[in-house]
């Protein structure tokens, strides 16, 4: 589909302002949702104005991650591309991955005559974690020619990603987990799963031995499991793809990450929305396509904490009129997944969308909630059709055949 | 799919009217939009009393032309089925095409010293092209073995068909356009692009010295560049495939040529929508399936006419008493694409449809128009499913499994 959509692209100077409220579908509480008790007079006008509806970005009845969420918006079929765990958490802790890289998530855990006491070493607190992870960084740069990156994360976790000097044929990052998932047993063995694995295998085998000689004298972190050994995909380019030159504003790594993946410029930045909208105005005239994420409506819809998600839709409400002072000739207003607060996660439940041209219909939904969406004329859609619509009302897609 | 359907397909004698407003959905001007502001009473009432919604002949955001849209229609993925554009041309030209064809776009060009001057030979005056044209075909009606057909154009274009006395393999017209697309560079040569392209190319190339060389004492028109040269598909019989006998009632050469592709009966018919209206009752006992195609309403959303687009749905209206007196037992009405008048071209928003048969829910929809068929019981839909609704509104498809 994506190759099918290259071939029809043709560029102009339009603006498309693409805006991910991060888990933005909810579900009723005492009969109404969050986005039905938001009090939010911008967002419900520009519903009014648009064309709504509500989109699935994996499946029916399927929860998206974050990965996949993202990766149906622009466009990405998220089945076929799916990013492994090592991957995500290595964006997530703010590592910039390279198509040569190998990226894993490690425990720390406590190993004693070779038998697993505590896959998670206590759950060491974060600030232990992280010194002794800089220490071990300290010490191993490179395992042969492949450099070796740490990040800390919470707890007993960390991540580490093996920058190969060579492109990796796939299947390369065939390896089993090496945690067994309990308690009392032994650490899984490194054996690749593919004959392409054995390259990548011999030097993970050298990086544990590594790491847990330098751990031998840690009272509780003295050995390391390895989950989600995974490469990092050669995935379609996004401005090749669509013609769009694109920016991420975000304030979380792993989004950045995710977007720096599939070639979006993606620079660091921390705050706020306000601080968003700014970084918006001021790169505005030099990209075509802005992917701003909204993080806080998520979170605490995962706390399920509906006052606190409905009151992060209202914020979002009170920057809009600024949003829209800039004049995008397409803005899409939508989540990467539903984080009802009643479920306290991510959910199954299509995702309510707002697009803003001026080719749409509009005036067939009044408000900006998941039951008025239904009644929009984009339907209820699978994710992945956003961006061709997105170019479409831009006027960036050629007629398809005379 | 369609084979899934051929293998479903029951006989009986009811009839099916598939009427195709070319270009039927619009968007709003001022809020309303073509649909909305045309006075249509006859066309509201059915609506009323049909199942109704909107149809995506490609895909979302994907804007199809003629060839696409009607073959979407007809049930034939309009991906998998791509219409090569000599194909279309030489059928636009009103050329009846055979399975052992291969059809080409010409220009007239003016070339000095082996570089093209003029791609388009001055865009000479149609009536000069003509009589060049039939002064071609006059020398030259063989190459060998295959039949050269020339049908004249509009300016500096033409149509030719290279007619093969044996069926060609796939792939067998697979040549380059010898249009550079750019003044000031040589022709590109014939090149055949897959080993089954040697036959043709050959043809090809002998086609172009014997037309030069009859051009070369031509003021402007001393050349031609090829476009486009394309093999009739060899595509499933209409017929065979849902036990239709069916009948193509359309004034426009082009949409005859398509339905005769599918192996339609399409006579000739010069007229207006009366002259087709006749032409329907006439043969009304002869067949099971007829599709009547009516053209202006698009021709007036191209030119941005959205008073005129409204005054020929309006005039449409005026008719459907007399065809529904035919008391079709299937009567579907619907576009092969949206082409708003504000946009002044065909448009990639869903189509409209009403569908009226005995077995419909109906009573969704108030009047037919864009944001009333969203409300209707068919939703949002590709529009090849629309063929085996008919066929399941006529009773014409048996259960599938037992």
């Given at each position: 589909?994506?190759e ?17 409220l991060?888990?933005?579908g ?5 009969g109404?949702?969050?986005l039905?008790v ?5 967002l419900?006008?520009?519903a ?17 991650g ?5 990766l149906?918006l622009f466009?990405?079929d ?5 990013i492994g ?5 290595a ?10 890289d ?8 406590t190993?004693?005559?070779?038998i ?8 060491i607190?974060?600030?232990q ?12 740069q ?9 990040a800390p994360?919470m ?10 000097p060579e ?10 987990d ?7 047993k ?5 054996i690749?799963q593919?004959p392409?694995?054995?390259?990548v295998?011999?030097?993970?085998e050298?990086?544990?031995?590594k790491i ?5 004298n ?14 990092v995909?050669?995935?379609?380019h996004?401005?090749?793809t669509y ?5 991420c ?27 968003e909208?700014?970084f ?8 075509d ?9 998520d ?17 979002f ?8 002072s800039?004049k ?15 479920l306290k996660s991510?959910?199954?439940h299509?995702v309510?969308v ?6 749409v ?11 008025e ?17 997105a170019?479409a ?10």
């Amino acid at each position: 589909m994506q190759e099918f959509i290259r071939d029809l692209v043709q560029k102009n100077d339009t603006k498309i302002l693409f805006i991910v409220l991060d888990g933005l579908g909810g579900l009723p509480f005492d009969g109404r949702t969050e986005l039905d008790v938001a009090d939010k007079p911008h967002l419900d006008a520009l519903a009014r104005a648009s064309a709504c509806g509500l989109h699935i970005p994996v499946a029916m009845g399927i929860t998206p991650g974050s990965g996949p969420g993202h990766l149906a918006l622009f466009g990405y079929d998220p089945v076929e591309w799916q990013i492994g765990r090592g991957v995500l958490e290595a964006l997530g802790l703010g590592i910039e991955l390279r198509k040569t890289d190998v990226a894993i998530r490690v425990n720390y855990a406590t190993v004693e005559n070779g038998i697993i006491k505590d896959r998670r070493a206590g759950r060491i607190p974060t600030d232990q974690s992280r010194k002794i992870t800089e220490k071990l960084q300290a010490k191993l740069q490179k395992i042969d020619d492949v450099e070796v990156i740490l990040a800390p994360g919470m707890e007993h976790r960390f991540a580490a990603v093996l920058r190969f000097p060579e492109p990796l044929p796939p299947g390369a990052a065939s390896i089993k987990d090496t945690d067994p998932q309990k308690e009392g047993k032994e650490p899984v063995p490194i054996i690749p799963q593919t004959p392409q694995a054995g390259r990548v295998a011999q030097i993970v085998e050298k990086f544990i031995a590594k790491i847990t000689d330098d751990l031998k004298n840690e009272p509780t972190a003295n050995f390391i499991l390895l989950r989600g050994i995974a490469q990092v995909p050669d995935i379609l380019h996004f401005e090749e793809t669509y013609g769009l030159k694109s920016l991420c504003i975000a304030v979380y790594p792993m989004y950045r990450g995710l977007a720096r993946l599939i070639g979006m410029d993606a620079p660091a930045l921390q705050g706020d929305v306000q601080d968003e909208i700014d970084f918006l105005k001021k790169n505005y005239h030099d990209y075509d396509f802005f992917f701003l994420h909204v993080k806080k409506i998520d979170s605490y819809g995962e706390d399920g904490n509906f006052k606190g998600k409905v009151s992060k839709i209202e914020e979002f409400d009170t920057f809009l009129p600024d949003i829209l002072s800039l004049k995008p000739d397409v803005i899409i207003i939508t989540g990467d997944h539903s984080t009802p607060a009643v479920l306290k996660s991510h959910s199954w439940h299509p995702v309510p969308v707002l697009l803003k041209s001026p080719y749409v219909l509009g005036q067939t939904c009044q408000m900006f909630t998941e039951r008025e969406c239904i009644k929009g004329e984009l339907g209820i859609f699978p994710t992945v059709n956003l961006m061709p619509l997105a170019l479409a009302n831009a006027g960036r897609l050629k007629k398809f055949g005379a």
